[in-house]
Nanobody, 112 residues
Framework: EVQLVESGGGLVQPGGSLKLSCAAS????????MSWVRQAPGKGLEWVST????????SYADSVKGRFTISRDNAKNTLYLQMISLIPEDTAVYYC?????RGQGTQVTVSS
Protein backbone atom coordinates (compact mmCIF):
# COMPACT_ATOMS: atom_id res chain seq x y z
CA GLU A 1 0.00 0.00 0.00
CA VAL A 2 1.35 3.38 -1.01
CA GLN A 3 1.64 5.82 1.87
CA LEU A 4 2.76 9.44 1.85
CA VAL A 5 2.93 11.12 5.25
CA GLU A 6 3.64 14.84 5.36
CA SER A 7 4.86 16.68 8.45
CA GLY A 8 6.52 19.91 9.50
CA GLY A 9 3.76 22.42 8.95
CA GLY A 10 2.71 25.05 11.43
CA LEU A 11 2.06 28.70 12.12
CA VAL A 12 4.86 31.06 11.15
CA GLN A 13 5.19 34.82 10.87
CA PRO A 14 5.76 36.49 7.50
CA GLY A 15 9.43 36.22 6.62
CA GLY A 16 9.80 33.01 8.57
CA SER A 17 10.89 29.56 7.52
CA LEU A 18 9.63 26.00 7.68
CA LYS A 19 10.88 22.65 6.43
CA LEU A 20 8.32 20.10 5.36
CA SER A 21 8.97 16.38 5.16
CA CYS A 22 7.17 13.57 3.39
CA ALA A 23 7.84 9.98 4.36
CA ALA A 24 7.05 7.61 1.51
CA SER A 25 6.44 3.87 1.57
CA UNK A 26 4.84 1.16 -0.55
CA UNK A 27 6.73 1.90 -3.77
CA UNK A 28 10.31 2.21 -4.97
CA UNK A 29 10.80 5.83 -3.97
CA UNK A 30 14.29 6.20 -5.41
CA UNK A 31 13.30 5.67 -9.05
CA UNK A 32 10.48 8.18 -9.30
CA UNK A 33 10.15 11.93 -9.53
CA MET A 34 8.22 13.47 -6.66
CA SER A 35 6.29 16.67 -6.30
CA TRP A 36 4.86 19.07 -3.79
CA VAL A 37 1.45 20.63 -4.38
CA ARG A 38 -0.62 22.92 -2.19
CA GLN A 39 -4.20 23.99 -1.74
CA ALA A 40 -5.03 27.38 -0.31
CA PRO A 41 -8.38 27.97 1.40
CA GLY A 42 -11.15 28.11 -1.20
CA LYS A 43 -8.78 27.43 -4.11
CA GLY A 44 -7.78 24.50 -6.26
CA LEU A 45 -4.61 22.47 -6.13
CA GLU A 46 -1.48 24.37 -7.16
CA TRP A 47 1.70 22.66 -8.25
CA VAL A 48 4.68 23.90 -6.24
CA SER A 49 7.77 21.90 -7.18
CA THR A 50 9.06 18.66 -8.67
CA UNK A 51 12.34 16.82 -8.20
CA UNK A 52 13.78 14.08 -10.37
CA UNK A 53 14.56 10.64 -9.04
CA UNK A 54 18.23 11.39 -8.47
CA UNK A 55 17.65 14.77 -6.94
CA UNK A 56 19.60 16.85 -9.43
CA UNK A 57 16.71 18.04 -11.58
CA UNK A 58 14.27 20.41 -9.92
CA SER A 59 11.56 22.78 -11.06
CA TYR A 60 9.47 25.36 -9.25
CA ALA A 61 6.34 27.41 -9.69
CA ASP A 62 7.13 31.06 -10.33
CA SER A 63 5.32 31.96 -7.11
CA VAL A 64 7.89 30.10 -4.97
CA LYS A 65 11.05 30.24 -7.09
CA GLY A 66 14.00 31.53 -5.08
CA ARG A 67 12.23 30.95 -1.76
CA PHE A 68 11.51 27.21 -1.71
CA THR A 69 13.97 24.35 -2.17
CA ILE A 70 12.90 20.79 -2.86
CA SER A 71 15.21 17.92 -1.96
CA ARG A 72 15.11 14.22 -1.23
CA ASP A 73 16.94 11.52 0.68
CA ASN A 74 16.52 8.27 -1.21
CA ALA A 75 18.16 6.28 1.57
CA LYS A 76 15.40 7.45 3.93
CA ASN A 77 12.56 7.45 1.37
CA THR A 78 11.88 11.04 2.33
CA LEU A 79 11.03 14.17 0.36
CA TYR A 80 11.61 17.66 1.73
CA LEU A 81 10.53 21.22 1.04
CA GLN A 82 12.55 23.99 2.64
CA MET A 83 10.58 27.21 2.66
CA ILE A 84 12.04 30.62 3.49
CA SER A 85 10.79 34.19 3.28
CA LEU A 86 7.26 32.95 3.73
CA ILE A 87 4.39 35.26 2.84
CA PRO A 88 0.69 35.08 3.74
CA GLU A 89 -0.07 33.85 0.21
CA ASP A 90 1.86 30.67 1.04
CA THR A 91 -0.84 29.70 3.52
CA ALA A 92 -2.17 26.34 2.35
CA VAL A 93 -2.29 22.64 2.99
CA TYR A 94 0.86 21.16 1.47
CA TYR A 95 0.87 17.68 -0.02
CA CYS A 96 3.55 15.51 -1.49
CA UNK A 97 2.46 13.71 -4.61
CA UNK A 98 3.47 10.60 -6.54
CA UNK A 99 1.60 9.16 -9.52
CA UNK A 100 -1.56 11.01 -8.59
CA UNK A 101 -1.43 9.90 -4.97
CA ARG A 102 -1.31 12.49 -2.17
CA GLY A 103 -0.85 12.19 1.54
CA GLN A 104 -3.09 13.75 4.17
CA GLY A 105 -1.24 17.03 3.93
CA THR A 106 0.32 19.39 6.44
CA GLN A 107 -1.09 22.84 7.18
CA VAL A 108 1.14 25.88 6.72
CA THR A 109 -0.21 29.17 8.01
CA VAL A 110 1.72 32.40 7.49
CA SER A 111 0.32 35.15 9.66
CA SER A 112 1.40 37.81 12.11
Amino acid sequence: EVQLVESGGGLVQPGGSLKLSCAASGFTFSIYAMSWVRQAPGKGLEWVSTIGSGGSRTSYADSVKGRFTISRDNAKNTLYLQMISLIPEDTAVYYCRWDGVRGQGTQVTVSS
